[in-house]
């Protein structure tokens, strides 16, 4: 039996609302960097603090690549999500319910952690963002 690994492990943290995606603020500016960077991009500040990202989103933007790259199958679907609470846009992969599926920009998304690829036996748990209406169907 295979087991579940986190891609890019440095990217989480373990808290009692379970695991959250962590970033750094910039001490200076403000600026949330995810992920983390040593120094600020807006302003090359170099004292950073960490904080959680919150799991809620809005889809901004989308694209269905129906042909499969590198590890993930086909259909894929890569978005860039705003994250409201921390005045930040990350680009992360969408769940899709089925290969017609599709999204629409504006939706509201929620970060889980979710299967990537299989590598040999395990598979390779990392964060995707699922719209929150249809959870429990549509
Ligand atoms: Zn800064």
Excluded at 13 to 41: I, M, Q, R, Y
Excluded at 113 to 125: R, S
Aim: glycine share 8%; net charge negative; aromatic share 10%.
């Amino acid at each position: 039996m295979g087991k579940q690994v986190l891609f890019w492990p440095e990217l989480f943290k373990e808290t009692d609302k379970g695991l959250v995606l962590v970033a750094n603020k910039c001490k200076k500016c403000g600026a949330v960097s995810f992920p983390k960077n040593e120094l600020c991009v807006f302003c090359l500040g170099e004292e950073m603090e960490e904080v959680e990202l919150s799991r809620k989103g809005i889809l901004y933007s989308y694209t269905i690549t129906r042909v499969p790259v590198d590890k993930w199958t086909a259909p894929h679907a890569i978005g860039q999500i705003s994250i409201p609470e921390n005045q930040l846009r990350i680009v992360a992969p969408l769940i899709m319910e089925d290969e017609n599926d599709t999204f629409n920009i504006g939706d509201e998304l929620e970060m889980e952690i979710a299967k990537y690829w299989d590598d040999g036996d395990n598979e390779v748990m990392g964060y995707k963002y699922r719209p929150v209406k249809k959870k429990g169907g549509k």
